[in-house]
């Protein structure tokens, strides 16, 4: 399959990707455009969430990446994040625009609270859905006040953290 193809094919499915659960992109992959069967696309579903990152963006990579190689990977993931880069552009360039209205912008700082409750309640709700103890929250929230007010390094913390990690699994862990 040509890079040019794979590209429009994701392009044109851009829109209805991004954000979307994987079965909206079986729907896609699967029904609209038939470039996997069934059992194919739970194989490259399984692959994909085995990586970090977002769901949609690992698996139209690695399903780029089946069809043409290198160049297909990169024609995939371009196709799948123009449509939400040149959306989120232009919204930026409309608040930048109208930043200089006094009502605007008074409207956009009153909005942060609201911003700010919309991504720590989902945190919280997961927090206590998972059974989440204060010493499983002890060491990032240590880690995000090291770095905040005392200006760390984040890759002294990774370091520290790797080595409390091993002395811990080699030295405390063995006698629980």
Known sequence: MKTSHIFQLFLSNGFHLLGNSYGGVEDVVVTRTQLLQKEDFMEVVVLTQAFPGVFVLNFSAYLGWRLAGLRGSLAALAGTMLPAFVAVLLLAIIVHSWDSVD????????????????????????????????????????????????????????????????????FVRPFE
Do not use: E, Q, T
């Not at 909005?111 to 409750?117: D, N, S």
């Not at 984040?154 to 790797?162: N, R």
């Open 103 to 170: 009502w605007v912008s008074r409207f956009l700082r009153g909005l942060r609270p609201a911003v700010v409750a919309l991504l720590v309640y989902p945190c919280y709700k997961l927090g206590r859905d998972s059974g989440l103890k204060l010493s499983n929250v002890a060491l990032p929230v240590g880690a995000a006040l090291a770095i905040w007010m005392f200006h760390v390094s984040p890759a002294y913390i990774v370091l520290a953290v790797a080595i409390l990690g091993y002395v811990y699994g080699r």
